[in-house]
C-alpha cells in the first residue's frame, strides 16, 4: 500500500518553504516513508505579480507596504517574526535581499524538471528566501536549473517555449476545484487535508492517519477459543 501527498505551494511564500522543512523532518521520521509519494502542485499566491524587471530596486518591504497599505516599520517586523521561525528550521531568511518577482515562471520549471521538482522547490526557495536571487530571470532560472543537474540548453528552450504552463494552470484549477485559497496546502490521498506551516507532529499525525499500520488478515473473535478442527493432515 503507498500513498500519495499533494503539496500546494508558491515559491515565494515564506510560510511554504518553512512548512516544507516541517513536512520533510516528518517524513523523514516516519517508518513508513517508503510508501509515500510527495507531488508538489502549483500555486501562485498573487498571478498578477509585476516581473522584478518592472520595480528595479524595490525591497520586498517596500512592494507589501505600498500593496496592502502598511506602514513599513510594520511590514519589517512581520518579516522578522518569520525570520525568526524559519531560523527555527535551519532556514537564513534574509528580507533585506528577497527581489520581489513573479513566479510563474518558476513554477513551470518545477514541472519541466519531471522528476527532479521536489529539489528545484528547495533550490527556488532557498535562491529567494536566503540568497535574493530574481526567480523570475530567464538566465537565473537555468543557472539554478543547471546547478540541480539538469541540462541548462533543454532547461532554456523549454521555458522560452512556454512549457509547462498549462500544468502550473491546472494545479491551481485543481486547487480552485478543492477549495484551496492558501497555501502551504497538504492532502493525503485526497482524503486527509492540513492547511498551513504546521508543526512537525501534526504532519507526522497526517501520514499516520493516512497510511496506518498493517493489519492482520483477520482478528479474533475476543473470548473465541481453539476448538475442534480439520486440516489437511486430518482431524
Known sequence: M?????????IACPWCFIGKRRFATALAGFDRRDEVEVVWRSFEL????????????????ELLSSRKGLPEAQVRQMFAQVTQVA??????????RVVPANTFDAHRLVHLAG????????RLMSAHFEHGRVID???????????AGLDARAVRAGL?????????????????ALGVTGVPFFVA???????????????????TEALPAPRPAFVTVPGAA???ACGPDGC
Do not use: C, K, N
Open 2 to 10: 503507498s500513498i500519495t501527498v499533494e503539496i500546494w505551494s508558491d
Open 46 to 61: 498573487d498571478p498578477t505579480a509585476e516581473h522584478s524587471h518592472q520595480h528595479p530596486g524595490m525591497t520586498e518591504a
Open 87 to 96: 531560523a527555527g528550521e535551519g532556514l537564513a531568511y534574509d528580507f533585506d
Open 115 to 122: 522528476d527532479r521538482g521536489a529539489d528545484l522547490v528547495e
Open 137 to 147: 530571470d530567464l538566465d537565473e532560472l537555468v543557472a539554478i536549473a543547471a546547478e
Open 160 to 176: 522560452e517555449s512556454g512549457a509547462g504552463a498549462e500544468a502550473v494552470r491546472a494545479d491551481e484549477a485543481e486547487a480552485q
Open 189 to 207: 490521498d485526497r482524503r486527509l487535508a492540513v492547511s498551513g506551516a504546521q508543526p512537525v507532529e501534526v504532519f507526522t499525525r497526517l501520514l
Open 226 to 228: 481453539d476448538a475442534e
